[in-house]
């Protein structure tokens, strides 16, 4: 499996020739959207920088598979599970709804946290989403999750891997706490951000969280 990262909460998912992306930006938002082909595109929630579903092409006649909300999904082989959640600690009074998914690709259990706003997971989620192998989950604070917040939500739900996103970085006008101060709270102030994640199941045995630092692949 490989994940490429590119910006705030988009990611490319590469399994085989199977290809899916979380949150790619619209041609509306203040990101170029990125240009390759998926086989499944989902979106958190209806915002210029996540939802540009609609952008992205795909080989399959009709275009990719489409998934913009909660519920059950079952497209090339996947199953995919959405769960609704907020974008504000007011109970989406503030910014409204947000889906966090969870699928499962060569054996490996994914869950994207969106831009989760609530630090703490409801308990019939919690129990449904179950064993997580790999875990995105927002950091930058403001909008989202802030680093503290995020470590307590990666204490509930236990990953084999978190990838942080939706931080502030140079080449996006995101305001918010950067990168580093998220690994400073988490403890892995070492890490150093890779192009790619490129491993296999067996690969995800170790018994302690490991955090993986991505490099945007982005233009603006």
Do not use: W
């Amino acid at each position: 499996m490989v994940i490429t990262y590119y910006g705030l909460s988009c990611f490319k998912v590469q399994s085989g020739e199977l290809t899916v992306t979380f949150d790619p930006p619209s041609r509306e938002s203040d990101l170029k959207p990125p240009r390759f082909e998926t086989h499944v595109a989902l979106s958190s929630h209806d915002h210029p920088a996540h939802n540009g579903l609609k952008e992205l092409s795909s080989k399959k006649e009709g275009g990719p598979f489409l998934v913009s909300g909660p519920g059950e999904y079952e497209v090339e082989g996947l199953a995919i599970s959405g769960f609704g959640s907020f974008h504000d600690s007011e109970q989406g009074k503030k910014l409204g709804l947000n889906t966090i998914y969870k699928l499962r690709m060569e054996n490996i259990s994914l869950c994207h946290l969106g831009d989760l706003g609530e630090a703490k997971i409801e308990p019939e989620t919690l129990e449904a989403l179950g064993e997580i192998d790999v875990l995105f989950v927002p950091v930058g604070g403001k909008d989202v999750l802030d680093p503290e917040e995020a470590v307590k939500v990666i204490n509930q739900l236990e990953p084999k891997v978190v990838i942080p996103m939706h931080f502030a970085m140079p080449q996006t006008p995101l305001k918010g706490a950067r990168a580093e101060e998220f690994l400073k709270e988490f403890g892995e102030e070492k890490i150093k951000p890779e192009e790619k994640f490129t491993f296999k199941k067996k690969e995800l045995e170790a018994k302690n969280t490991k955090v993986v630092l991505l490099k945007p692949s982005i233009s603006i």
